[in-house]
């Protein structure tokens, strides 16, 4: 089964052939996310594998396990590393109806061991650049599985004997459905079918992650209506990404997960009209009428399915205390859920959320595609007052050096909000 790896991989080739950042999320062989980042040198450019035993390099391995592929598998369940000898012979390439392209391999496998194997999967990892993860390495390489194939019929291969496995990687449309509704990916899916799965999970008919494959870093392109935000500035009608940022409730507002936006909105905002930060958040210019005008301009198929809620934020003008800012349609993301640290904010304010664990690149936000960034991004607001001053809000700066601030209230930067589904 071709899994999550291979549809991202694959999206990010057809979404620019010569892309230098990408958007999309992998998961390595160690089962760490990483986003696609760097030019690709390997697949699909190229179609040669080679055949390995260890289960952390790129290649062709085989493994005995024998628990059905998913979509979100990251390995084989146990790969064979000792006791036979593999190659991969000349591949071949084609085209079978209905319009199915294929690669075939055969991997010819030497028993070198005093025991029988029995083999039961056979998957392909590609070594790829990946953003670097927070604890991760700095080296961008990584290796994560494209394909994962339980056997039909296991095969047995006894001590000095060998075996050959046509093994092929096989693209064709495949539909799935439950509960009468058709199971697509977050990404790729129609408006009308993501819509249809939001709804049967919030009734209890499928799950998201589990039946849908979804799961936090996937990204979908959405139109943005033109609005007009806080003193009369003008926002034009643009195309934005909206990432999974995570999944489950809330602040008790019976959401099945939360999105943000990948990018930037295209034009600068103040906080406030005036620079104070005094009332907090929820007096603010961007609470009571940019955000709102934002939220009616999204499309219609995710309006409709917004949560409203509330945020936790500090109370402004110097104060320590925490106050509840109710019915947000959208919202501005906190210090500590974008970061994991108080460094200018107030103590309370939430906590960090998974998608921004993933690497630093996901703060470094542009006005287009963006997650990757090599030079600045841009200033961003966060909707935490400063303790330390009555005067300025949170934001990330766009050089992410340092990353997280804070600025006066009543100037300009730009929006990176989040919603709740």
């Given at each position: 089964m071709l899994t999550k790896n291979?549809?991202?991989?694959?999206?990010?080739?057809?979404?620019?052939?010569?892309?230098?950042?990408?958007?999309?999320?992998?998961?390595?062989?160690n089962g760490c996310v990483r986003f696609l980042c760097g030019n690709f040198t390997d697949f699909p450019y190229t179609r040669a594998a080679a055949a390995t035993?260890?289960?952390?390099?790129?290649?062709?391995?085989?493994?005995?396990?024998?628990?059905?592929?998913?979509?979100?598998?990251?390995?084989?369940?146990?790969?064979?590393?000792?006791?036979?000898?593999?190659?991969?012979?000349?591949?071949?390439?084609?085209c079978e109806p209905p319009g199915a392209p294929f690669l075939a391999y055969s991997v010819t496998i030497t028993n070198t061991g005093s025991e029988a194997i029995t083999?039961?999967?056979?998957?392909?990892?590609?070594?790829?650049?990946?953003?670097?993860?927070?604890?991760?390495?700095?080296?961008?390489?990584?290796?994560?599985?494209?394909?994962?194939?339980?056997?039909?019929?296991?095969?047995?291969?006894?001590?000095?004997?060998?075996?050959?496995?046509?093994?092929?990687?096989?693209?064709?449309?495949?539909?799935?459905?439950?509960?009468g509704v058709n199971l697509v990916s977050f990404t790729w899916g129609s408006d009308a079918d993501v819509a249809a799965?939001?709804?049967?999970?919030?009734?209890?008919?499928?799950?998201?992650?589990?039946?849908g494959g979804w799961r936090v870093g996937d990204v979908r392109t959405i139109h943005?209506?033109?609005?007009?935000?806080?003193?009369?500035?003008?926002?034009?009608?643009?195309?934005?990404?909206?990432?999974i940022s995570e999944f489950g409730d809330y602040n008790s507002c019976g959401s099945l997960f939360q999105f943000d936006f990948a990018e930037c909105v295209t034009g600068e905002q103040r906080m406030a009209a005036t620079a104070t930060n005094t009332g907090g958040y929820g007096v603010t210019e961007m609470y009571t009428t940019t955000l709102p005008a934002m939220a009616e301009a999204l499309p219609s198929w995710l309006k409709t399915r917004l949560r409203t809620f509330s945020v936790l934020t500090g109370e402004g003008d110097q104060s320590t205390e925490i106050e509840a800012v109710q019915n947000n349609k959208l919202a501005l993301r906190s210090e500590v859920e974008v970061f994991g640290v108080n460094a200018h904010s107030v103590p309370g304010e939430g906590s960090w959320i998974t998608f921004y664990r993933f690497s630093e690149d996901v703060r470094k936000k542009g006005t287009e595609r963006s997650?990757?960034?090599?030079?600045?991004?841009?200033?961003?607001?966060?909707?935490?007052?400063?303790?330390?001053?009555?005067?300025?809000?949170?934001?990330?700066?766009?050089?992410?050096?340092?990353?997280?601030?804070?600025?006066?209230?009543?100037?300009?930067?730009f929006l990176a909000p989040f919603g709740c589904v």
């Amino acid at each position: 089964m071709l899994t999550k790896n291979y549809e991202n991989i694959l999206a990010s080739v057809l979404e620019s052939s010569t892309m230098t950042y990408g958007h999309l999320p992998v998961i390595a062989v160690n089962g760490c996310v990483r986003f696609l980042c760097g030019n690709f040198t390997d697949f699909p450019y190229t179609r040669a594998a080679a055949a390995t035993t260890n289960a952390a390099a790129a290649g062709i391995s085989i493994g005995t396990g024998g628990t059905p592929a998913t979509v979100n598998d990251f390995n084989l369940e146990s790969t064979i590393s000792s006791g036979v000898s593999l190659s991969v012979s000349t591949t071949e390439a084609g085209c079978e109806p209905p319009g199915a392209p294929f690669l075939a391999y055969s991997v010819t496998i030497t028993n070198t061991g005093s025991e029988a194997i029995t083999i039961r999967e056979i998957g392909y990892k590609q070594n790829i650049k990946g953003a670097p993860y927070p604890g991760g390495t700095t080296n961008n390489s990584t290796v994560c599985l494209l394909d994962r194939t339980v056997l039909d019929t296991p095969v047995t291969i006894q001590p000095g004997d060998a075996g050959v496995i046509r093994y092929t990687l096989k693209v064709a449309p495949v539909a799935r459905s439950k509960a009468g509704v058709n199971l697509v990916s977050f990404t790729w899916g129609s408006d009308a079918d993501v819509a249809a799965m939001i709804d049967a999970a919030r009734n209890g008919d499928i799950d998201l992650q589990a039946d849908g494959g979804w799961r936090v870093g996937d990204v979908r392109t959405i139109h943005l209506d033109a609005f007009t935000g806080g003193n009369n500035v003008s926002h034009a009608a643009q195309d934005l990404e909206i990432v999974i940022s995570e999944f489950g409730d809330y602040n008790s507002c019976g959401s099945l997960f939360q999105f943000d936006f990948a990018e930037c909105v295209t034009g600068e905002q103040r906080m406030a009209a005036t620079a104070t930060n005094t009332g907090g958040y929820g007096v603010t210019e961007m609470y009571t009428t940019t955000l709102p005008a934002m939220a009616e301009a999204l499309p219609s198929w995710l309006k409709t399915r917004l949560r409203t809620f509330s945020v936790l934020t500090g109370e402004g003008d110097q104060s320590t205390e925490i106050e509840a800012v109710q019915n947000n349609k959208l919202a501005l993301r906190s210090e500590v859920e974008v970061f994991g640290v108080n460094a200018h904010s107030v103590p309370g304010e939430g906590s960090w959320i998974t998608f921004y664990r993933f690497s630093e690149d996901v703060r470094k936000k542009g006005t287009e595609r963006s997650i990757g960034l090599s030079s600045s991004g841009k200033n961003w607001w966060l909707r935490g007052p400063d303790p330390a001053s009555g005067v300025k809000f949170c934001n990330v700066g766009g050089t992410l050096s340092p990353p997280n601030t804070s600025t006066i209230a009543n100037a300009l930067m730009f929006l990176a909000p989040f919603g709740c589904v």
